[in-house]
């Protein structure tokens, strides 16, 4: 692996894990918070709910920030600011500056979690993508296994507020890695590790698309101007262009055929931005957001459809401001990607499918069959071993068999340990349910890994921020939709409780997981050519250029 990827993979790594830590730590703090500050327990879910509703929101128009700024440095503000959220929140004096700095720590968490598959995006060649996208998965698994056991251990000893102190230095140590490492460019991603020498815009290629022959459509040379794109006249590459920088003149990349890359992220003016756009999607997430953990409480059921009521509104307007917007928040190419959006929709009903067994399953195994959080813990730990060990053997099963088998296999596997979960009683013993939580692990992780890697591959390296960030709230926006959907269920059936034999949730999880196998469907079906984007075919009306 080139020296220069090595950062760029363990900020993504790191940034990615600590997220995921910080989650499932809070989760464990959360009743001795409410008892050492005196709050209520609305007041608690808020600690909660305010840095998920920050996060949906903004995570699109944080990828789109990476895009234009680069993402090593959005990373690095994103991540140096969540370590400066966390002291605020360990030395907070009451209940309600933990709630708003936990909203900051949202905003900085949207910063940080697009940038995290955007770098990987500049930095990686398409063909070497999957393994660092498996190898961010499995440690991701692995702090979401690990959290409530470090979490439990901390606040036995030290109290609730360790467990925030907890995320400061590996945050503050990326923080300063990202301001400290270059930026990736374009010509850096080819399949060669070898340093490149020509880094100026007039020697940049388009990465993993070489073009031997200098005469193809679309390329210009100093010496053979084009008309209509390079003036007549002497060598301009390292000259200043009027209108234009000389390190924004970049039109033998952009103009190359098939590319529909944007203008390059040097232009200027706040509207390139559409902050219209992000503020409209910003409503319409966070209102989602919003409805969905607001029905998930008892006597929320007329908050929430308010909160989804206003989200409709809200996208429809977005929706309309998008189709006029000279550059929309969501690029049009982006959105008219089949991979692209069938992976999304998969890692939707994935995530979806999985938090929602969940929430159903630990309320059996506890309520129900009356185990204790470590046993209910070591009931679950198939899956979370499964993720940890499945994800590095995803890359080889996606060049070997293709990403749309692969995935179509994962959601397989994922509605089938819903199903069989929906079939236990209160009999069930420790093999059947590590049965079940296996299958949701391997399902999943395979899921995860091949869509993710799908998303990144198939988006243009100039949206690679969005793509991320669409990936990201798909990974937010799913579990609040699951548990949603699930205690919904449970209060129309409320004869059957958590027995999951006896009620309805799970076998509509199994559903909506059945829903990802159309979606894997959808995805990129060849073999040992794992997601690279097809070779885009010659404009009409003209022929490819052959030497004789």
Same mark, same amino acid.
């Given at each position: ?191 060669? !590790? *070898? $340093? &490149? %020498?020509? +880094?100026? @815009?007039? /020697?940049? #290629?388009? =990465? !993993? *698309? $070489? &073009? %031997?022959? +200098?005469? @193809?459509? /679309?390329? #210009?040379? =100093?010496? *053979? $101007? &084009? %008309?209509? +794109?390079? @003036?007549? /006249? ?6 200043? &262009? %009027?209108? +234009?920088? @000389?390190? /924004? ?300």
């Amino acid at each position: 692996m080139n020296r220069r990827r090595v950062p760029v993979l363990a900020c993504s790594v790191v940034g990615a894990a600590v997220v995921a830590l910080d989650g499932t730590v809070l989760t464990v703090a959360q009743p001795a918070l409410q008892r050492d500050l005196h709050a209520d327990v609305g007041q608690v879910q808020w600690t909660s709910t305010g840095y998920l509703v920050a996060v949906a929101s903004l995570l699109v128009f944080a990828g789109r920030l990476g895009d234009r700024y680069g993402h090593l440095r959005v990373f690095a503000v994103g991540a140096l600011g969540f370590a400066a959220a966390s002291v605020g929140i360990a030395l907070a004096p009451g209940i309600g500056a933990v709630i708003a700095l936990r909203v900051l720590q949202g905003v900085c968490g949207a910063l940080l979690q697009p940038a995290t598959l955007g770098m990987l995006r500049t930095a990686f060649p398409p063909d070497r993508l999957a393994t660092p996208i498996a190898v961010r998965t499995a440690v991701i698994g692995l702090a979401a296994a690990a959290g409530p056991l470090v979490g439990g251990a901390l606040v036995s000893a030290y109290g609730w507020r360790s467990v925030f102190l907890l995320s400061v230095p590996p945050t503050l140590a990326i923080g300063l890695l990202a301001l400290t490492t270059r930026e990736p460019r374009p010509r850096e991603t080819g399949a060669s !590790d *070898r $340093p &490149v %020498p020509d +880094r100026s @815009a007039a /020697g940049r #290629t388009i =990465p !993993d *698309r $070489p &073009v %031997p022959d +200098r005469s @193809a459509p /679309g390329r #210009t040379t =100093p010496h *053979r $101007p &084009v %008309p209509g +794109r390079m @003036a007549p /006249g002497p060598d301009v590459s390292d000259q200043t &262009v %009027p209108g +234009r920088t @000389a390190s /924004g003149w970049t039109a033998p990349d952009r103009t190359a055929p098939g590319r529909t890359d944007p203008p390059p992220r040097t232009d200027p003016g706040l509207s390139a931005l559409d902050p219209l756009g992000a503020l409209l999607l910003a409503m319409t997430l966070g209102l989602l957001v919003h409805g969905l953990v607001a029905t998930a409480r008892p006597g929320g059921a007329w908050t929430g459809a308010v909160a989804c009521g206003g989200a409709v509104v809200a996208g429809v307007v977005l929706a309309r401001h998008e189709r006029r917007a000279t550059r929309p928040l969501l690029p049009p190419e982006l959105l008219r990607s089949g991979p692209v959006v069938a992976g999304i929709a998969v890692l939707l009903a994935a995530s979806a499918a999985l938090f929602g067994s969940l929430f159903v399953a630990t309320y059996f195994l506890q309520d129900v069959q009356r185990l204790d959080p470590l046993a209910c813990a070591l009931r679950f730990l198939p899956l979370a071993l499964l993720m940890v060990l499945g994800a590095p053997l995803c890359p080889p099963l996606q060049r070997r068999f293709g990403p749309r088998r692969t995935a179509t296999a994962g959601a397989a596997l994922l509605a089938l340990g819903v199903l069989l979960f929906s079939r236990l009683d209160t009999t069930a013993g420790a093999l059947p349910v590590g049965v079940c939580s296996a299958l949701l692990g391997v399902g999943f992780v395979t899921l995860m890994v091949t869509a993710t890697s799908v998303v990144v591959h198939r988006a243009p390296e100039a949206h690679a921020g969005v793509a991320g960030g669409l990936q990201q709230t798909a990974m937010n926006v799913g579990p609040a939709l699951g548990v949603a959907t699930a205690t919904l269920l449970l209060a129309l059936v409320p004869d059957g409780g958590f027995v999951p034999a006896r009620g309805v949730a799970l076998p509509a999880l199994a559903a909506i997981a059945a829903l990802a196998l159309p979606a894997a469907l959808a995805l990129p079906g060849g073999a040992r050519r794992g997601t690279r984007p097809e070779p885009v075919p010659p404009r009409p009306g003209r022929e490819p250029c052959v030497r004789s």
